[in-house]
């Protein structure tokens, strides 16, 4: 039986090019693309909010009336 050794030399480097990222890339671009993510849907939900007019604290878009001075919520 013949063994051959294999040869560490000849194997191939990891490819490098445009659409091979590092990790520290990768995580930069999870951490950008989460914080978007919040951002916009943070922004949604306070689009919704309901304003109270007698003393302008917000309210969740469920509400009737406002959690702090009670007063009915009419429309926006």
């Known amino acids: 039986m013949v063994q051959t050794a294999l040869?560490?030399?000849k194997q191939a480097p990891p490819p490098e090019g445009p659409l091979v990222l590092?990790?520290?890339?990768?995580?930069?671009?999870i951490v950008f693309l989460l914080g978007a993510l919040w951002l916009r849907l943070s922004l949604r939900r306070r689009s919704r909010d309901k304003i109270c007019s007698?003393?302008?604290?917000?309210?969740?878009?469920?509400?009737?009336h406002c959690t702090n001075?009670?007063?009915p919520l009419f429309g926006a």
């Open 69 to 71: 001075c009670s007063a």
């Open 7 to 9: 040869s560490l030399e």
């Open 54 to 64: 007698h003393c302008g604290r917000r309210n969740p878009p469920h509400r009737s």
């Open 22 to 29: 590092r990790g520290s890339v990768k995580m930069a671009l």
